[in-house]
């Protein structure tokens, strides 16, 4: 088995876990009257050119940011570090977050040109956690076709933060979860 069929088994695994939660797992949040009928999510094909290793740019002194949820309630998070990387002709940067700094994992929102028609309308997530998305030379692996629309995409009980306009980037990522779509 190549590397890249590994990966790609892997990113499919990811996606069939996350549709037998929704399903049938007590804590999803998907509303118990959806689940019986709920076939799965919708998701771009997996595309490579959507994975990258990239090193993480750590800010010297991280700014606290008070990020806004679909609550209109606050949340805040810690701007640690940015990842740049190459995407549709152009460097792109993201702001990697951290809600406590002792807490390694970092948190990736971002909103993109498929926001509002093909994938859910806030933008989606990527959460990176350091003993998973880590390469052996210590880059992180940024992998869109991770990437997931938060719980408030599934119902609106939920309490969700919005991604901050650093985060907002201006091409279309056709990977990762689409809109989701109530089954019948």
């Known amino acids: ?8 088994a892997a990113v499919r695994e990811h996606r069939e876990r996350k549709d037998r939660y929704l399903a049938r797992d007590p804590h999803s949040p998907l509303p ?21 290793e990239l090193e993480l740019h750590e800010h010297a002194d991280p700014e606290t940011v008070t990020v806004h949820t679909t609550t209109e309630g606050e949340r805040d998070y810690l701007m640690w570090g940015e990842f740049r990387f190459d995407l549709d002709g152009a460097e ?49 692996v940024v992998d869109f076709n991770l990437a997931y629309s938060p719980f408030c995409a599934y119902s609106p009980a939920y309490e969700c933060p919005l991604v901050p306009m650093e985060n907002w980037l201006s091409v279309r990522v056709e990977a990762g979860e689409r809109t989701f779509e109530p089954p019948e």
């Not at 118990?32 to 990258?52: K, M, T, V």
């Not at 990697?96 to 028609?117: I, Q, S, V, Y």
């Open 92 to 140: 792109r940067t993201l702001q990697a977050f951290r809600r406590d700094p002792d807490d390694p994992a970092l948190w990736l929102p971002f909103r993109d040109g498929t926001n509002g028609e093909e994938t859910y309308g806030a933008g989606r997530y990527l959460d990176l956690e350091p003993e998973e998305d880590r390469t052996a030379d210590g880059l992180w």
């Open 1 to 8: 088995m190549s590397d890249t069929t590994g990966w790609e």
């Open 32 to 52: 118990s009257e959806l689940r019986d009928a709920f076939e799965g999510l919708d998701y771009f094909p997996i595309d490579p050119a959507y994975r990258f």
